[in-house]
C-alpha cells in the first residue's frame, strides 16, 4: 500500500536530474535515506501479475525512497524509465530487454548502462523486498515504470506522474466532537471535545486516532486558486461527509456507507482565498475521508492523508455478472466465499441463489437478488467469486445426515487430516491442515433438466444409498422462495438424522414455519427438531428407518417481501 | 577479431538472399470465435464426429464444426457445457467427454441431442484442493490402454496444502483413480510421446532449474520433494518415499541426485529458461505420418510467455529419455496453452495471457496451423553418439559447409535447490569435429570433446548450408545429455 505519495517538502531542488541508485544492487544509499521527501510502496499483486499500484506521484526534484515489496510467488523486478513518446508504457524497452535473452537473465532483467533507465531494481525473489532511492527528474512528465522479466511487462507496468505539487489546504482546523449520529448534525450546535490544526495541509482522519468507536469531525482550510478556473472536486468517505466551499454545499456524501467511488462535482472558483469545509462522521467499524481537486493548474492533488478509495478503484476488476437468462439456472463451479472449494453455485432465475457443497454434499448458502460477479474469478489468475446479491444466510457446512444416539449428541465435525512436513518455507516445520473425504460419502455428480436446466444433485451416503436433491425457485407471500426435495433410495439405519440448518438463531413458534435468521424455514415428510448444541442451534429431522425410501420436502423463504431489502 | 566478424556478416547476409520464412512452411491461421465470445483454451480435443472441442479457462467448453475443414469454411461454434472451474484436460471416450478441472475429473453427455451437455458425473476426486488459484490441474487425452493422466500444481510456488498437491494421477476406464507419479511443480501440460508414454512439461522455479519437457516414468519422483508428504496417504501405490534432495544452500546437480534418489527420473528435454521461452504448456505427439511436414513421430512443445511452438525429438538411451528441442514456429497471437494435432494433419493451439503475460499481446487466441507441403531446412533428428551427436537433416547438406567451423557448442546445467530457479552452470566449451558426412548429404556425424553428463549441449550451426545453399531456418538445437550411449 501506499502510505504517503505526496512530497512532504515544498522545497525544490535545482538540480537537474539526478539518479543516486543506480541498478546495481550495491549502490549505496545515499544520505538523505533517512529523510526522503516521499516515501512510495509498490507491492506486487499475489497471483495477478501486477503492480497494486499503476500510478504513483512525486514532485519535479523530490528525493524519492522508492520500495518494491515483492509478496508474488514469481520473481520481478521494477524499472523505472524516461518518457519516449515512441513507447509511452515501456512495452518496446521491456521486448528490447527480452530480446538479450541468456544475457538478459545474467544481468535480472536491467540492462544497467540501457539510457533509458532512470532507477531499476534488482530482481526479486518471492518475499523479498528492496529499497531504491532517486532523485525525480526536474522535468514534469510521465515516466513509465514496468517489470521487465520476460512476459510481465504487459499487465506489469505504470506511470511515475513528476508534477509540480498540487494544492494543499492553508490554515487546516480540525474539531473533533463525540456523539453517536446516523447522519451529520449540526456541528455548530455542538462543543468539540478536542481542536487543532494540520500544518501539513491534509485532511488526516488521524487526529481522533484515540477515539474508539463513533466520532464527528470537521476540517475547516483555505484553498488558494492563482487563476480563475473551473476545478473538480472528488469526495468520498466511511461514514458521511459533506463538502462545502464557499459556504455553500457542494457534494454530499451523508449517511452511513462503506467508502464509494468519489462523488464529483464542478466548480467555477475565481482567483483568490477560497474556504473548504469538510463535516464528518463515522458511526462505527472502518472509517475513511477523501478528498482531491483537478483542474489545469492544480493537476490532480490528493487534499487529504487518505487516498483509499482511488486505490481500491484502480485495483478492482470491472464487474463481469453472471445472470440466470431464458429461464435457464446457471450452474457454476467456481472458487465461493464461505464454502468449501468444491462448492457449486446455483442461481436460479428470479432471484434466487445457492451454494450446493460438493464436499460435504449439503445446501450451504442461500441470497436472493444477483447471482454472483465472477471478474475477481476471470480476471488475473483468478480468486473466489463474489456475490452479487443481498440477504445472504449461512445453513451451516457439515455433512447431511447422521446417526444420533441421543438429540445430545453433537453433529460431528468435519473430517479434516493435519499433517506437518519439510518445506522450502520460513515455518519449514508447519503443520498444515487440510479437507479430506467425508467416511461413506461420493458425490456422483449433477444433471439438468431438459427444460430449465435445473439441477439434480446426486451422491452416495454409506458407500450405497443413492441421495438426490432438487431444487425450485419459488414466491410465497411475493417473497423469494426455494423448495428442496431431498430423496434416499434406500433404508436408513435406525436413528438416522438430516440436518437442514445449523448457526443460524433458529427458533420455533406455533406455526408451521420455523424461524432461521432473514428466512423462515418449512419442512415436510418429517416433524421438525430445534435442538441446541452449545452456542449453536440446529435443525434437523428424523428418517424413517423403516421405510425402503425417505424424501424430505424443505420450503425456504425470505421474511421480507421482494424489494423488501430495507423494509 | 574484425575480420572474423566481417566474414560472418557476409554469411548472414548472404544468408539473408535465400531466406527462408517459416510461413513459406507452416501457416498460421486464427480462427474466428462468435462475436463476444472468449476462448481462453485450456485443453483441445478432437471428436469422433469430425468437430474439434476446445475448453475455456473461463469453463465453457465448446465444440467446432468445420474447424478441421479447409480454412476458409466458416467454423460453426456450440456451446456444449459452460460454468466448468478452469477445465485444463479434454478426453472422449465412449460417448463422454471428460474435462479435468479444478474441483475433480468430469465427465459429460448431452442426452436430450440439442448439442449441450446435461449430465455431469464426477468421476474422480482424489485430489484435493485448497481453494489456492495455482492449484491447476491438467489432463491429458486417454492412453492406449484406456486411462486419463492428470497432473497437479503445487499449491503455490513451494508449499502442497491438499492431498497429491504435486503428484500425477492416473484415472482408469472404470474411474479409479491411483497416484502414478511425485515430485511435480507448476506443470502446463500433459500429453504422450508417438510411442504412447506420458510426458508432461513443468515450469521454472522451485527444484527446477529450467522449464522441462518431463518423462512420466510410472513410479517416479520428478525431483520437487514438496509433495511428497502425500506418501502417507498413497496407500504404496508407487513405492515408498523417496530420500530428499539436499535442502542446503548452495543446491546441488540433477546429475548428482539422480545417484542419491534411485525413484528420480531428470528431465527429458531442458528448455531453457528464458532463452527459448518462460512457461512451457501442451504436448502433442505428430502422428500424421507425413501429413503435418518432415516430424512424423516427434513431439511438439506449446510456449505460453513467448506464444511459441517449440519442436522436440526424442530417444531413449539406457533406459532414460533424452532428447533436443529446435525452435518450430512464433508469432502466436496470444500466450499458447492447449497444442492438439490431429492424424490429419491439422494442429491446433489455445491459450490466453491472463495472469501470466505473453508476447501475443491479445487476450486469448484459437489458432490453426497447416504444413504448406514445402520442406524446410531443418535438423531433423540430433542423436546422441558415444563421441558426440548425428545429426540428420530434412534436406541433403552442401558437404563443404560440413566443417567444424560452421558449428558451435556451449554444454552448462542448472543448480538443483530449493531456491527459484538458477542460473546456468558449470559452463563446457568442447571441441567440435565432423567425423563424416552420409553419402546422400542428410546426415553427419559430430565429435563432441568432452560430453558432459547432465548438460545442456547447445549446438549452434549458423555455417551449415543446405545442397540448394540455403541455411538452416532454425540453426541452432538444446540437447539434454542425461546417458551417453555405449
Avoid at chain 1, 138 to 157: I, R
Avoid at chain 1, 347 to 356: E, Q, S
Avoid at chain 1, 391 to 413: A, N, T, Y
Amino acid at each position: 500500500m501506499i502510505v504517503d505519495i505526496r512530497p512532504i517538502f515544498s522545497v525544490f531542488l535545482g538540480a537537474v536530474l539526478a539518479v543516486v541508485s543506480g541498478p546495481s544492487a550495491d549502490a549505496e544509499p545515499p544520505e538523505w535515506s533517512g529523510s526522503p521527501d516521499i516515501a512510495i510502496t509498490i507491492k506486487t499483486l499475489p497471483g495477478m501479475m501486477r503492480y497494486d499500484s499503476a500510478e504513483i506521484e512525486a514532485a519535479p526534484g523530490a528525493k524519492v525512497k522508492l520500495t518494491l515489496d515483492n509478496p508474488d510467488d514469481l520473481q520481478h523486478n521494477l524499472v523505472l524509465l524516461k518518457p519516449d513518446a515512441e513507447d509511452k508504457d515501456g512495452q518496446k524497452f521491456s521486448q528490447e530487454v527480452w530480446q538479450l535473452g541468456d544475457k538478459g537473465i545474467e544481468l535480472g532483467w536491467v540492462p544497467t548502462d540501457h539510457p533509458r533507465i532512470l532507477v531499476a531494481s534488482k530482481l526479486l525473489d518471492p518475499e523479498s523486498s528492496e529499497d531504491l532511492y532517486f532523485v525525480a527528474p526536474e522535468n514534469a512528465g510521465d515516466y513509465p515504470f514496468v517489470c521487465t522479466v520476460p512476459g510481465h511487462s504487459m499487465l506489469m507496468k505504470g506511470i511515475l506522474k513528476v508534477q509540480k505539487p498540487g494544492a494543499v489546504l492553508e490554515d487546516l482546523n480540525y474539531s473533533i466532537y463525540e456523539g453517536k449520529w446516523s447522519k451529520l448534525p449540526d456541528f455548530s450546535t455542538l462543543t468539540p471535545v478536542k481542536t487543532g490544526k494540520l500544518k501539513d495541509g491534509l485532511i488526516d482522519l488521524g487526529v481522533a486516532q484515540k477515539i474508539k468507536g463513533p466520532v464527528g469531525i470537521v476540517f475547516e482550510g483555505k484553498l488558494r486558486v492563482e487563476n480563475e478556473e473551473d476545478v473538480r472536486f472528488y469526495l468520498a468517505s466511511d461514514d458521511g461527509s459533506r463538502l462545502i466551499v464557499d459556504g455553500e454545499g457542494i457534494i454530499d456524501a451523508d449517511g452511513i456507507h462503506p467508502v464509494t467511488d468519489p462523488i464529483e462535482a464542478r466548480e467555477h472558483l475565481l482567483e483568490g482565498v477560497h474556504t473548504v469545509r469538510v463535516p464528518y462522521f463515522d458511526a462505527g467499524g472502518q472509517r475513511g475521508l477523501s478528498l482531491s481537486i483537478r483542474s489545469k493548474s492544480f493537476g490532480l492533488s490528493v487534499l487529504s492523508t487518505d487516498i483509499t478509495d482511488r486505490k481500491a478503484k484502480s485495483a478492482t476488476p470491472k464487474p463481469i455478472l453472471l445472470t440466470p437468462k431464458n429461464g435457464e439456472a446457471i450452474v457454476h463451479r467456481a472458487f465461493i466465499t464461505d464454502a468449501s472449494p468444491r462448492a457449486i453455485a446455483v442461481g436460479y432465475p428470479g432471484g434466487v441463489n445457492l451454494v450446493w457443497d460438493a464436499d460435504r454434499m449439503n445446501l450451504v448458502q442461500l441470497w436472493r437478488g444477483g447471482f454472483l460477479d465472477v471478474a475477481p474469478h476471470w480476471t488475473g489468475r483468478g480468486s473466489s467469486s463474489s456475490f452479487a446479491g443481498f440477504d445472504r444466510v449461512h445453513l451451516g457446512s457439515g455433512v447431511p445426515v447422521q446417526v444420533l444416539k441421543s438429540l445430545d449428541e453433537p453433529w460431528r465435525p468435519l473430517s479434516r487430516g493435519h499433517i506437518k512436513y519439510q518445506r522450502d518455507t520460513a515455518e519449514p516445520q508447519a503443520e498444515i491442515e487440510f479437507d479430506l473425504p467425508e467416511p461413506g460419502y461420493h458425490f456422483s455428480g449433477y444433471q439438468l433438466d431438459a427444460k430449465n436446466r435445473y439441477p439434480t444433485f446426486r451422491y452416495l451416503y454409506n458407500d450405497e444409498i443413492e441421495v438426490e436433491e432438487t431444487f425450485q425457485p419459488d414466491t410465497i407471500d411475493g417473497s423469494e422462495a426455494l423448495v428442496r426435495t431431498i430423496h434416499l433410495s434406500g433404508k436408513v439405519a435406525a436413528d438416522s438424522y438430516f440436518r437442514i440448518a445449523s448457526g443460524p438463531k433458529l427458533s420455533t413458534n406455533d406455526s408451521e414455519w420455523i424461524d432461521a435468521d432473514k428466512l423462515l424455514i418449512k419442512l415436510e415428510g418429517s416433524k421438525p427438531i430445534v435442538r441446541s448444541i452449545g452456542s449453536q442451534s440446529e435443525l434437523i429431522a428424523a428418517l424413517d428407518s423403516a421405510a425402503d425410501n425417505s424424501t424430505l420436502t424443505i420450503t425456504y423463504r425470505w421474511k421480507t417481501k421482494v424489494g423488501g431489502k430495507k423494509n | 577479431m574484425k575480420r572474423t566478424l566481417l566474414i560472418l556478416l557476409a554469411v548472414v547476409t548472404t544468408g539473408t538472399a535465400h531466406a527462408q520464412e517459416a510461413s513459406d512452411y507452416y501457416t498460421i491461421t486464427s480462427i474466428a470465435a462468435p462475436e463476444g465470445v472468449v476462448v481462453e483454451g485450456g485443453a483441445i480435443e478432437f471428436l469422433p464426429d469430425g468437430k474439434v472441442a476446445v475448453c475455456s479457462r473461463r469453463g465453457q467448453v465448446w465444440t467446432i464444426e468445420n474447424a478441421r475443414e479447409h480454412p476458409d469454411k466458416a467454423a460453426k461454434w456450440t456451446l456444449f457445457a459452460e460454468y466448468l472451474h478452469e477445465p485444463l484436460g479434454l478426453a472422449w471416450r465412449d460417448g463422454w467427454l471428460y474435462a479435468v478441472q479444478r474441483p475433480e475429473v468430469t465427465r459429460m453427455k448431452d442426452l436430450d441431442g440439442d448439442g449441450r451437455a446435461d449430465l455431469f458425473e464426477s468421476v474422480s476426486t482424489t485430489v484435493g484442493t485448497s481453494g489456492n488459484y495455482h492449484e491447476y490441474n491438467f489432463g491429458s487425452t486417454f492412453d492406449k490402454d484406456g486411462y486419463l493422466w492428470s497432473v497437479h500444481c503445487l499449491t503455490g510456488s513451494f508449499t502442497s496444502n491438499a492431498p497429491f498437491r504435486g503428484w500425477v494421477m492416473r484415472t482408469s476406464p472404470d474411474g479409479k483413480t491411483t497416484p502414478v507419479a511425485c515430485g511435480v511443480r507448476s506443470p502446463g501440460g500433459i500429453g504422450f510421446n508417438a510411442k504412447g508414454d506420458a510426458f508432461y512439461t513443468d515450469n521454472q522455479g522451485a527444484w527446477n532449474g529450467s522449464s522441462s519437457l518431463k518423462w512420466l516414468k510410472p513410479g517416479s519422483f520428478q525431483g520437487n520433494p514438496n509433495g511428497n508428504v502425500w506418501f502417507e496417504y498413497a496407500n504404496g501405490a508407487i513405492g515408498v518415499r523417496p530420500p530428499e534432495p539436499p535442502y542446503t544452500g548452495e543446491g546441488s546437480r540433477t546429475v548428482i541426485e539422480r545417484e542419491n534418489i534411485p525413484s528420480y527420473v531428470p528431465p527429458a528435454v531442458v528448455l531453457p529458461h528464458g532463452k527459448v521461452g518462460n512457461s512451457p504448456t501442451g504436448i502433442a505427439a505428430d502422428l500424421s505420418q507425413g501429413k503435418f511436414g518432415p516430424f512424423a513421430g516427434q513431439m511438439f512443445v506449446g510456449e505460453q510467455t513467448h506464444s511459441k511452438i517449440h519442436r522436440v525429438f526424442l530417444e531413449k538411451v539406457n533406459g532414460v529419455y533424452q532428447g533436443a528441442m529446435f525452435p518450430f514456429l512464433e508469432g502466436f497471437e496470444s500466450g499458447n496453452i492447449a497444442v492438439r494435432l490431429g492424424e490429419d494433419g491439422v494442429m491446433f493451439t489455445s491459450g490466453s495471457n491472463r495472469g501470466w503475460g505473453a508476447r501475443g499481446g491479445k487476450a486469448w487466441n484459437f489458432e490453426r496451423i497447416d504444413w504448406t507441403g514445402k520442406v524446410p531446412f531443418e535438423i531433423h533428428e540430433m542423436r546422441a553418439r558415444a563421441d558426440g551427436f548425428e545429426l540428420t537433416f530434412t534436406e541433403p547438406i552442401d558437404k563443404t559447409s560440413a566443417v567444424a567451423e560452421s558449428f558451435t557448442m556451449e554444454a552448462y546445467t542448472y543448480i538443483y535447490q530449493k531456491a527459484y530457479g538458477s542460473p546456468e552452470v558449470d559452463q563446457v566449451t568442447p571441441e567440435i569435429t565432423v567425423v563424416s558426412v552420409a553419402e546422400d548429404g542428410k546426415s553427419l556425424r559430430l565429435k563432441i570433446e568432452p560430453l558432459t553428463i547432465g548438460h545442456v549441449h547447445e549446438l549452434h550451426a549458423a555455417g551449415l548450408k543446405s545442397a540448394n545453399a540455403n541455411p538452416l531456418l532454425h540453426d541452432v538445437a538444446y540437447y539434454t545429455l542425461n546417458e551417453i550411449p555405449e
